[in-house]
């Protein structure tokens, strides 16, 4: 398998956005499809309707407002990268999002999630040396919602992910 060119999503983020839920790269299904988490084995959407209260199963439009009306920004560590399949680690050359714009533009962020730790190691290595983090953020990692990483099911990661819901807007 050869290595591909590939470029990221494009940041989903509400103008009141509290969290930063940052993955890695895109996956194959994800990037065909132009949305987020879009492998239908992928976790991530079934844990965020169970913390932000809504269906899992609603069209993936409706699923992005009612993050957003939560209080949710959706992106990626990588913005381009070389990599053959979807896993993160065939992951090469990898070139970060432009956090130093993002965070400017982001005054009432106040916490970053981490899915997965190949996101919290690239933004780690590339981002916090910049020191462009604005202080008082919380950064949590949480374990990957990818069906790559089958060690932890369903419960398991909720109840990690639950850390989230203190800075969510609009959630019980």
């Not at 065909?32 to 209260?53: K, S, T, V």
């Not at 920004?73 to 399949?85: F, H, K, M, T």
């Not at 899915?115 to 983090?133: C, D, E, M, Y």
């Not at 374990?143 to 419960?155: D, K």
């Amino acid at each position: 398998m050869t290595d591909n060119n590939l470029t990221g999503l494009a940041a989903l983020s509400p103008p009141q956005a509290r969290v930063l839920l940052l993955g890695s790269m895109p996956g194959s299904a994800s990037l065909a499809q132009q949305q987020y988490y879009a492998h239908p084995r992928n976790l991530f959407w079934p844990i965020m309707a169970e913390l932000a209260g809504f269906s899992a199963n609603l069209p993936y439009p409706e699923k992005v407002r009612a993050l957003n009306a939560s209080g949710i920004a959706l992106w990626d560590v990588i913005a381009s990268c070389q990599r053959a399949g979807s896993l993160d680690s065939a992951i090469r050359d990898e070139q970060v999002n432009d956090f130093a714009g993002f965070f400017a533009n982001q005054p009432n962020l106040a916490a970053i999630g981490f899915n997965g730790g190949k996101a919290w190691q690239s933004f780690k290595r590339h981002v916090l040396p910049l020191q462009i983090v604005p202080a008082g953020i919380k950064l949590i990692t949480l374990p990957s919602t990818s069906p790559a990483h089958a060690a932890l099911g369903f419960n398991e990661k909720l109840q990690q992910w639950q850390q989230l819901r203190p800075f969510l807007l609009n959630v019980n």
